[in-house]
């Protein structure tokens, strides 16, 4: 069985960017909506193809104090991107699952793969196990056949970029064929399961971990795993969820402020205009670092608020912005800046 991964860079899911979003703003998206935090930032994931669609994205971040960013790339691209960027990029290897119908090669290949990709200073290997995938492959992350690539990924020091589960509303509509997809806790119970078999791998949950709306549940996850931390990625998802319960997402933040990783999830494409990436990073200063709520420049029609989208500050502390930027990506991805 060869199967057809839609997340993959290169598919179809890559080459056709989404609708450019237009939206009403009269925010000034060429810089950071506010400054309190002052030193280098790692975007510790997006995702790119080649360098000449990495540089716009990489000059936007640079103007919005991202030092590093952390791009998830096939192997076949990882060389030339690390040659023509340096060391404002560090890669992230895509695992490739055109092969798990056949586990053994599937096993050795990726293993291989994975450590070519080291040697060309990638810092993690990327698995995209969204709902329709694992429902089109019976493929996921507690998978026998990956053990022994997750057993690769930890004995290189490398972690395991992990998306593991979608919004609530996309389980509401679009899995609501439960016998097919499955429910979200049972999506949540393989990735438990990978982390029991693996206490020394490093995971990083993409997306907050994929439950930015259950921020008890993430905490119950980080609690019983010192191995597993979240990305901030997903910007309209993120910023959506935490704005509707600000001080308990300020109260998690803060709790849990050496296990949260600075990332946006932004893509790099061929008609990008700075304000494809701007739009992303203004929105997530404000997030971090404003207090209260301001129109958002990223347009959301999920949004809970009447008068439209909205990105709410939750004015994080000096000392937790430090680790939410930068140093949690230097300890959990060993990214220096």
């Not at 395991?160 to 509509?173: G, K, M, N, Q, Y």
């Not at 990625?233 to 402020?257: I, M, Q, Y």
Request: net charge negative; with cysteine.
């Amino acid at each position: 069985m060869n199967v057809a991964d839609p997340g993959a860079p290169g598919s179809a899911h890559w080459r056709i960017p989404m609708p450019r979003e237009s939206p009403e703003t009269t925010e000034d998206l060429s810089q950071p909506p506010i400054r309190r935090y002052a030193g280098p930032i790692v975007d510790c994931h997006t995702h790119v193809r080649t360098p000449e669609e990495a540089r716009l994205l990489l000059a936007v971040a640079e103007a919005f104090g991202v030092r590093v960013v952390c791009g998830v790339v096939d192997l076949e691209g990882m060389a030339a991107l690390v040659a023509a960027l340096g060391d404002r990029f560090r890669p992230i290897v895509w695992v490739d699952h055109g092969l798990i119908g056949r586990p053994e090669r599937f096993a050795r290949e990726s293993v291989g793969r994975i450590l070519a990709a080291r040697n060309l200073g990638a810092v993690a290997a990327k698995f995209w196990y969204s709902p329709r995938f694992v429902a089109e492959t019976g493929f996921s992350i507690d998978s026998p056949a990956l053990a022994p690539v997750l057993e690769a990924l930890a004995e290189l020091g490398m972690a395991a970029l992990v998306h593991i589960a979608d919004p609530d509303t996309w389980f509401a509509e679009y899995y609501a064929d439960r016998a097919r997809y499955g429910t979200k806790a049972e999506h949540f119970d393989r990735l438990e399961r990978a982390l029991d078999r693996h206490p020394d791998l490093k995971v990083l949950g993409a997306h907050f971990g994929g439950h930015p709306e259950d921020l008890a549940h993430l905490g119950r996850l980080l609690e019983r795993y010192p191995n597993y931390a979240i990305d901030s990625s997903a910007t309209k998802w993120v910023a959506r969820e935490l704005g509707r319960k600000p001080a308990e997402s300020r109260r998690f933040v803060v709790r849990w402020a050496e296990r949260i990783l600075f990332g946006t999830d932004l893509v790099a494409f061929p008609e990008a205009v700075p304000d494809d990436y701007a739009s992303r990073y203004w929105a997530h200063r404000w997030m971090w670092e404003g207090e209260g709520p301001r129109p958002s420049p990223v347009p959301d029609p999920s949004a809970p608020w009447p008068e439209g989208a909205r990105v709410h500050g939750l004015a994080l502390p000096e000392e937790v912005l430090a680790k939410l930027y930068t140093a949690n990506a230097r300890r959990f991805l060993g990214v220096e800046t």
